[in-house]
T-cell receptor, first 113, second 113 residues
Framework: ETGVTQTPRHLVMGMTNKKSLKCEQH?????MYWYKQSAKKPLELMFVYNFKEQTENNSVPSRFSPECPNSSHLFLHLHTLQPEDSALYLC????????????FGQGTRLTVV | GNSVTQMEGPVTLSEEAFLTINCTYTATGYPSLFWYVQYPGEGLQLLLK?????DKGSNKGFEATYRKETTSFHLEKGSVQVSDSAVYFCALSNSGGYNKLIFGAGTRLAVHP
């Protein structure tokens, strides 16, 4: 039990589909993150939310659209994806204070066909 | 800016061998340093951490010491087991503003009987 739950664990979608990834945490944290992990590439920070406000967007293409309705939930809405977007998408949460560790979900393995 | 550099893998060892995975960092201020581990098909789990210079983090036989003078946080274990086979990530969190973790590229460790 990591405290951070991601659904679904696996997702296959066509390039014209629209889907959403969900992340939920019950750790009382106020910061949430989306990371992308591709084969043979470093972990890429995509978005950061603090107290439901987006505080970082690392030049992520607009076909990825995050949503943070409250401090416990984070979504990543996907549309018109490309095959190179296939990756493991990891959600994490942490206290908002600097210098604290993040807790990760198990990830969603996304395959775009 | 902040960054983390890890030795490239894969690292292949025999059971009971000594392990070192090098990690160096560049940061402004006084970051906290972390080692995370990722087992196959899983998200990242915190392995150990150190929050200030000369601190030693330890867990499950792994150790790392926060060396400010050499900006390093090398991971060591005296005797590895097959079950230690995983990908290891060095990370830092910034010491100002909102919390954000920056990861190294990861080092894959394979331990053989």
């Amino acid at each position: 039990e990591t405290g951070v739950t991601q659904t679904p664990r696996h997702l296959v979608m066509g390039m014209t589909n629209k889907k959403s990834l969900k992340c939920e945490q019950h750790l009382g944290h106020n910061a949430m993150y989306w990371y992308k992990q591709s084969a043979k590439k470093p972990l890429e920070l995509m978005f950061v939310y603090n107290f439901k406000e987006q505080t970082e967007n690392n030049s992520v293409p607009s076909r990825f659209s995050p949503e943070c309705p409250n401090s416990s939930h984070l979504f990543l809405h996907l549309h018109t994806l490309q095959p190179e977007d296939s990756a493991l998408y990891l959600c994490a949460s942490s206290p908002e204070e600097p210098n604290t560790e993040a807790f990760f979900g198990q990830g969603t393995r996304l395959t775009v066909v | 800016g902040n960054s983390v550099t890890q030795m490239e893998g894969p690292v292949t060892l025999s059971e009971e061998a000594f392990l070192t995975i090098n990690c160096t960092y560049t940061a402004t201020g006084y970051p906290s340093l972390f080692w995370y581990v990722q087992y196959p098909g899983e998200g990242l789990q915190l392995l150990l951490k150190a929050t200030k210079a000369d601190d030693k983090g330890s867990n499950k036989g792994f150790e790392a010491t926060y060396r400010k003078e050499t900006t390093s946080f090398h991971l060591e274990k005296g005797s590895v087991q097959v079950s230690d086979s995983a990908v290891y990530f060095c990370a830092l969190s910034n010491s100002g503003g909102y919390n954000k973790l920056i990861f190294g590229a990861g080092t894959r460790l394979a331990v053989h009987p």
